[in-house]
């Protein structure tokens, strides 16, 4: 058996004192160490941001278990791919070292200069998605769709429509032949995230295609 570290990650005091996720990530990551000869020798888990270039100055708990596997000969193992990272500059840095294996339990057989890959190209993606959304709402008028007014709720309501807008693109080809459930996984194998930030799931697909549908 080959050891593991197990790095779980959330980003925020509550959701560390609820242990919102932390469960979840932990099973993917043993569901992965068993189906791949990995022997879980650690389990840390860190409640911090993942953003920034120099995250290693903020997340002290990784630092060390790089260090750990660095001496250990361990792979370090995470659930997805943000919860190591989402910045390119900083992942490159992970990435690229030769000292120390990572893998992700939903991209079992990527290796390091693989993952350094998705990462840069989660990352134009996110890129995209911004620019698009700057002119999201610009389209949706175009096309007669009837805007809200400034008021909290209305404003609000634009932002979900700009944002639906701005994954036209990706998400219209992915419809046909494809549940709900299938197009929450592709555009979280993406790197692509809710606009809270967060993962999608069966309902928030739902929700998109529907904005979609109505514009």
């Known amino acids: 058996m080959k050891p593991a570290i197990a790095y779980l990650r959330v980003s925020t005091q509550q959701q560390g004192k609820s242990g919102l996720g932390i469960e979840a990530q932990l099973a993917a990551i043993t569901a992965f160490a068993t189906s791949h000869g990995f022997d879980i020798i650690d389990v840390v888990t860190e409640i911090e941001t993942g953003k920034g270039s120099d995250a290693l100055r903020t997340r002290p708990q990784l630092a060390t278990v790089i260090e750990i596997a660095r001496l250990t000969g361990a792979t370090v193992v995470a ?8 910045d390119v500059h900083f992942g490159s840095g992970l990435f690229n ?20 890959i998705m990462l840069s190209v989660a990352q134009l993606e996110r890129e995209m998605i911004s620019k698009r959304t700057t002119a999201a709402l610009a389209a949706a008028k175009a096309r007669g769709v009837k805007l809200g007014g400034p008021n909290g709720c209305a404003m609000q309501k634009n932002r979900a429509l700009a944002f639906a807008e701005s994954l036209r693109p990706v998400v219209i080809p992915l419809i046909e032949g494809r549940s709900s459930r299938e197009i929450a996984a592709h555009l979280n194998a993406q790197g ?3 606009s809270t930030g967060g993962a999608w799931q069966s309902e928030t697909v739902l929700r998109l295609i529907n904005r979609l549908e109505i514009a």
Do not use: E, G, S
């Open 97 to 116: 070292r030769t000292d120390v294996a990572f893998k992700i339990a939903d991209m079992p057989h990527a290796d390091n200069f693989q993952l350094n």
């Open 192 to 194: 692509i995230t809710t």
């Open 79 to 86: 659930a997805k791919l943000d919860r190591l990272t989402r």
